[in-house]
Nanobody, 127 residues
Framework: QVQLVESGGGLVQAGGSLRLSCTASGRAFSTYAMGWFRQAPGKERELVAGISRNGGTTYYTDSVKGRFTISRDHAKNTVYLQMNSLKPEDTAVYYC????????????????????WGQGTQVTVSS
């Protein structure tokens, strides 16, 4: 497994931007598909964005399409979530997660398939 550490959360006004980073320690970062999840108070945790091992395939939940971008840098063992045009409803704790994937182009979307999780970072969007 890999150990994951998120950073980049904070307080931002509606319409603003934040970039979350998630750095993985351990070996073989490139063998993991990665995902960003979020959990708002009183709500279930949901997958926001996912990216394949090779970075060539991505997934976004409908509510963030066109506003969020997931990317990864294998040289830095890091996955990013660029969040633009933020809305108050984006307020949540954001978690980075890693899932072993057999193929380079597969995006993992099932929460139970993610075996490694970060500690979470708070994102608060004020209106």
């Amino acid at each position: 497994q890999v150990q994951l550490v998120e950073s980049g959360g904070g307080l931002v006004q509606a319409g603003g931007s934040l970039r979350l980073s998630c750095t993985a320690s351990g070996r073989a970062f490139s063998t993991y598909a990665m995902g960003w999840f979020r959990q708002a108070p009183g709500k279930e945790r949901e997958l926001v964005a996912g990216i394949s091992r090779n970075g060539g395939t991505t997934y976004y939940t409908d509510s963030v399409k066109g506003r969020f971008t997931i990317s990864r840098d294998h040289a830095k063992n890091t996955v990013y979530l660029q969040m633009n045009s933020l809305k108050p409803e984006d307020t949540a704790v954001y978690y980075c997660a890693a899932a072993k994937a057999d193929y380079n182009t597969i995006v993992v979307v099932t929460q139970n398939d993610f075996g490694s999780w970060g500690q979470g970072t708070q994102v608060t969007v004020s209106s």
